[in-house]
């Protein structure tokens, strides 16, 4: 599946509370995925790139995603997303503690899929 999306300025939290800086999308269509983590490849402009993706719970429109190996500057450009794979289900957390150990262990999901990809 594949989307594509304006980045738009969020709270910043991922990357200061946890330094993963998320670059957060804002669609025209409708997202159909089920909330959670996704190992997907994210497109700048021609240039590929590893990441994970995550979407809220529905009604959160709420969808985020980490490039790997990535710095610079996202804001107000079109990305395009193709989706891989879940790589965890959306579970609500009940700290800050539990919500890094959430993202952290999904981060490390999607990097394990793309080192065992073919």
């Known amino acids: ?10 709270q ?29 490849y994210t497109y700048v402009g021609s240039e590929r790139y590893a990441s994970v993706a995550y979407t809220g719970p529905q009604g ?7 490039l790997f190996d990535f710095s610079g500057d996202l804001y107000d450009q079109m990305l395009e997303i193709e989706v891989l794979k879940m790589v965890s289900p959306h579970v609500a957390w009940e700290s800050e503690e539990q919500m890094k150990a959430k993202v952290v262990a ?13």
């Open 1 to 10: 599946m594949k989307l594509s999306g304006q980045v738009v300025r969020g």
């Open 12 to 40: 910043g939290f991922a990357t200061l509370a946890f330094g993963i800086p998320t670059a957060n999308l804002e669609f025209n269509e409708a997202i159909t995925l089920k909330p959670g983590a996704y190992a997907a």
């Open 60 to 66: 959160s429109e709420k969808f985020e995603v980490h």
């Open 106 to 118: 999904d981060v490390e999901l999607a990097k394990a899929y793309f080192s065992t990809a073919i």
